[in-house]
C-alpha cells in the first residue's frame, strides 16, 4: 500500500533488550540476585514510551490514538489488555482508543501498519510501541508459549523447542538443495554478535564470539535439538535471543508534523508497506519465504524503487538461515545465492548493502512484540546518523524492514526515505 496521506516517522527509543547473557539481567548467577527483579511487562512499555515521548519532544496529548504490539503477555505475564495498560504510561492518553495487536512476532509490524491505516483514515498523530517479556518461565515453558505461533495441534509435536525444529528444517533443506555449508552460514551468526557489541542497548552487548564459535558445535555452543532428524541442523548460535524489551515511535501526517512543530526534514518518511498472511502449518517450500517474498514485492511496487535501490535492511533474522532467506524474498540475491552477500562482506556495516546493523534479533535480541517497531526505529536512527560506534559510513537514503510472524505466516514489509 502506498500512502495517500503522507506518514513521517517522528522519532522513537528502544529499551535495552536484555535477558541471559545481559549484564543487567538478574538469574540465579548474577550478583544481584533477590536483591533487586527485572523489569516488568508494563515495565518495558511505559519505559519505551515515556522515551519515545522524551526523545521526539511530542507532549502525550498530542497522541491521538496507540497500537501496540505483544504476542504473549499472557502466558509469560498473566497480562493482556494491553491497550489499557498503555495508556497507564501517561495521564494524557486517558479516553483515548488504544488498541494490541497480535501477530506473534509480526505484532510489532501490524501495530505500525495498522497505526499507518488510521492515519488514512484522518488520524494525525499516532502512537506505536511494542513490548514483550519471556524470562518469566523455564526456557522450555517458555518455547511451548511461543510454539503457539504455529498450528499448536499439528505442529507442536516437532520438537520440545518447536521454533527452532522448524527453522532446522529450512536449514537443512537449503543446504541439501543449494550445497551451502554450517560454516558459511556462521558468518551470519558472527555478524549478528559483532554488530550487537558496538551497540549499546543490545542483548549480547558484551558478548564476545569469533567466526569459529559460530561456524561449528561445541561445548559452548551445542546442539539441543531431540529431534534425531534435524538435531545436526542447529545450534545456540544460529538463534535469535530470548529477551524482554520494549520500543516506541511516533508517526504522523503532515499536518500533525505541523502541529508538533516538526519539519519533514526532521523525520523519516514511509514510501509504501506490504502485509501478506497465510495459512498456519502451510508450508509448501522450506528453501524459500513465499509469503514475506508477497509482502516485500507489494511494498516496493508501490514505492516505486527496485532492489537495487535500498540502502540499508533490517530483517527478520529470528534463525540464522533467515537473513539469508530474507535477502532472497527481498529480490536481493537469487535462490541459494544469498551468501554471497554475506561472505563478500556486502552486509557489514561498511558494506554496500548493510543489514542489521545494530544485531538483529540474534544480536539486539528478540522482545517478540517490539521486534517490528525496534527494526523501524533502527532504520529511522541510520538514516539521522543516530548510530555511534555502529553508524554506516553514509547515510542511506532508502531503507526497508522485513518483519516476520511464525514460520513465514504473517510478513510486513516497509519502505522508508530519508527526508532530509
Same mark, same amino acid.
Given at each position: 500500500?502506498?500512502?495517500?496521506?503522507?506518514? @513521517?516517522?517522528?522519532? *522513537?527509543?528502544?529499551?535495552?533488550?536484555?535477558? /541471559?547473557?545481559?549484564?543487567?539481567?538478574?538469574? #540465579?548467577?548474577?550478583?544481584? @540476585?533477590? /536483591?533487586?527483579?527485572?523489569?516488568?511487562?508494563?515495565?518495558? +512499555?511505559?519505559?519505551?514510551?515515556?522515551?519515545?515521548?522524551?526523545?521526539?519532544?511530542v507532549?502525550?496529548?498530542?497522541?491521538?490514538?496507540?497500537?501496540?504490539?505483544?504476542?504473549?503477555?499472557?502466558?509469560?505475564?498473566?497480562?493482556?489488555?494491553?491497550?489499557? !495498560?498503555?495508556?497507564?504510561?501517561?495521564?494524557?492518553?486517558?479516553r483515548?482508543?488504544?488498541?494490541?495487536?497480535?501477530?506473534?512476532?509480526?505484532s *510489532?509490524?501490524?501495530?505500525?501498519?495498522?497505526a499507518?491505516?488510521?492515519?488514512? %483514515?484522518?488520524?494525525?498523530?499516532?502512537l506505536?510501541?511494542?513490548?514483550?517479556?519471556?524470562?518469566?518461565?523455564?526456557?522450555?515453558?517458555?518455547?511451548?508459549?511461543?510454539?503457539?505461533?504455529?498450528?499448536?495441534?499439528?505442529?507442536?509435536?516437532l520438537?520440545?523447542?518447536t521454533?527452532?525444529a522448524?527453522f532446522?528444517?529450512?536449514?537443512?533443506?537449503?543446504?541439501?538443495?543449494?550445497?551451502?555449508t554450517? %560454516?558459511?552460514?556462521?558468518?551470519?551468526? @558472527? /555478524?549478528?554478535?559483532?554488530?550487537?557489541?558496538?551497540?549499546?542497548?543490545?542483548?549480547? /552487548?558484551?558478548?564476545k564470539?569469533?567466526?569459529a564459535?559460530?561456524q561449528?558445535?561445541?561445548?559452548?555452543?551445542?546442539?539441543f $535439538?531431540k529431534?534425531?532428524? +534435524?538435531?545436526d541442523? $542447529? #545450534?545456540?548460535?544460529?538463534?535469535?535471543?530470548?529477551s524482554?524489551?520494549?520500543?516506541?515511535?511516533?508517526?504522523?501526517?503532515?499536518?500533525? +508534523?505541523?502541529?508538533?512543530g516538526?519539519?519533514?526534514?526532521?523525520?523519516?518518511?514511509?514510501?509504501?508497506?506490504?502485509?501478506?498472511?497465510s495459512?498456519? %502449518?502451510?508450508?509448501?517450500?522450506?528453501?524459500?519465504?513465499?509469503n514475506?517474498?508477497?509482502?516485500?514485492?507489494?511494498?516496493?511496487?508501490?514505492?516505486?524503487i527496485?532492489? #537495487?535501490?535500498?540502502?540499508?535492511?533490517?530483517?527478520?533474522?529470528?534463525?540464522?538461515?533467515?537473513?539469508? $532467506?530474507?535477502?532472497?524474498?527481498?529480490?536481493?540475491?537469487?535462490?541459494?545465492?544469498?551468501?554471497?552477500l554475506?561472505?563478500?562482506?556486502?552486509t557489514?556495516?561498511?558494506?554496500?548493502?548493510?543489514?542489521?546493523?545494530?544485531?538483529g534479533?540474534?544480536?539486539?535480541?528478540?522482545?517478540?512484540?517490539?521486534?517490528?517497531?525496534k527494526?523501524? $526505529?533502527?532504520?529511522?536512527?541510520?538514516?539521522?546518523?543516530?548510530?555511534?560506534?555502529?553508524?554506516?559510513?553514509? +547515510?542511506?537514503?532508502?531503507?526497508?524492514?522485513?518483519? !516476520?510472524?511464525?514460520?513465514?505466516?504473517?510478513?510486513?514489509?516497509?519502505?522508508?526515505?530519508?527526508?532530509?
Amino acid at each position: 500500500m502506498k500512502p495517500i496521506r503522507r506518514v @513521517f516517522v517522528v522519532g *522513537g527509543a528502544s529499551t535495552p533488550f536484555i535477558g /541471559k547473557g545481559h549484564p543487567d539481567f538478574i538469574w #540465579k548467577g548474577h550478583a544481584e @540476585f533477590g /536483591k533487586r527483579e527485572n523489569p516488568t511487562l508494563e515495565g518495558h +512499555l511505559t519505559a519505551a514510551i515515556e522515551a519515545a515521548l522524551a526523545a521526539t519532544g511530542v507532549a502525550a496529548a498530542e497522541v491521538e490514538r496507540g497500537y501496540i504490539g505483544n504476542f504473549a503477555g499472557e502466558c509469560f505475564s498473566n497480562q493482556g489488555h494491553m491497550g489499557a !495498560m498503555a495508556v497507564r504510561a501517561n495521564p494524557a492518553f486517558n479516553r483515548k482508543p488504544f488498541y494490541r495487536l497480535e501477530a506473534a512476532c509480526a505484532s *510489532g509490524g501490524v501495530a505500525f501498519t495498522s497505526a499507518v491505516d488510521a492515519l488514512q %483514515a484522518g488520524v494525525d498523530v499516532a502512537l506505536v510501541a511494542g513490548a514483550e517479556v519471556q524470562t518469566t518461565v523455564s526456557p522450555r515453558e517458555g518455547a511451548d508459549f511461543l510454539a503457539r505461533a504455529s498450528h499448536y495441534a499439528l505442529e507442536r509435536g516437532l520438537d520440545d523447542f518447536t521454533f527452532p525444529a522448524m527453522f532446522a528444517r529450512r536449514w537443512k533443506a537449503y543446504s541439501e538443495a543449494f550445497g551451502a555449508t554450517e %560454516a558459511e552460514l556462521g558468518h551470519v551468526s @558472527f /555478524k549478528a554478535y559483532d554488530n550487537a557489541s558496538k551497540n549499546p542497548l543490545a542483548h549480547m /552487548k558484551n558478548s564476545k564470539r569469533t567466526l569459529a564459535w559460530a561456524q561449528g558445535a561445541g561445548d559452548d555452543n551445542p546442539r539441543f $535439538l531431540k529431534n534425531e532428524s +534435524l538435531r545436526d541442523f $542447529l #545450534k545456540v548460535s544460529d538463534c535469535s535471543q530470548v529477551s524482554d524489551g520494549g520500543s516506541a515511535m511516533i508517526i504522523a501526517t503532515e499536518a500533525g +508534523l505541523v502541529r508538533l512543530g516538526k519539519r519533514p526534514s526532521d523525520c523519516v518518511e514511509l514510501l509504501a508497506y506490504g502485509v501478506a498472511t497465510s495459512p498456519l %502449518a502451510g508450508v509448501e517450500d522450506y528453501t524459500r519465504l513465499d509469503n514475506t517474498a508477497s509482502a516485500a514485492s507489494e511494498a516496493l511496487r508501490h514505492a516505486g524503487i527496485s532492489p #537495487k535501490d535500498i540502502g540499508l535492511l533490517e530483517v527478520h533474522d529470528c534463525f540464522a538461515i533467515n537473513e539469508w $532467506l530474507m535477502l532472497e524474498a527481498l529480490g536481493l540475491a537469487d535462490r541459494g545465492q544469498a551468501k554471497q552477500l554475506t561472505l563478500s562482506g556486502a552486509t557489514a556495516i561498511d558494506g554496500k548493502l548493510p543489514v542489521n546493523t545494530g544485531g538483529g534479533l540474534i544480536g539486539f535480541g528478540h522482545p517478540v512484540g517490539a521486534t517490528g517497531v525496534k527494526q523501524l $526505529l533502527e532504520v529511522w536512527r541510520q538514516m539521522k546518523g543516530q548510530c555511534g560506534a555502529y553508524q554506516v559510513p553514509t +547515510l542511506p537514503n532508502i531503507g526497508v524492514t522485513a518483519n !516476520m510472524g511464525g514460520d513465514d505466516r504473517t510478513s510486513v514489509a516497509t519502505v522508508l526515505k530519508n527526508v532530509g
